[in-house]
């Protein structure tokens, strides 16, 4: 099998860091997950600060 990080051939067995090769890829994969979800709130946060001030008054004038 492959860590999937380094993709360097890991044998599985008696391997504490599964399903990485060693404490580095596991940290490595980590720190982008964390780096990602990071990411993702910071678009949340401004897509929301938009739509906070988006028509919602507006449509509902239109309607009547
Ligand atoms: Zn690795």
């Known amino acids: 099998m492959q860590c999937p990080i380094c993709k360097q051939t890991v044998s599985w067995e008696g391997n504490p860091s599964r399903p990485f090769c060693s404490e580095r890829c596991k940290l490595i994969d980590l720190d982008n997950w964390l780096e ?3 990411r993702v709130l910071a678009t949340i946060d ?13 449509t509902k004038g239109e309607r009547d």
Do not use: C, F
Request: proline residues 6%; negative net charge; hydrophobic residues 10%.
């Open 36 to 38: 990602e979800r990071y």
């Open 46 to 58: 401004v897509a929301d600060e938009s739509t906070e001030q988006g028509p919602t008054t507006d």
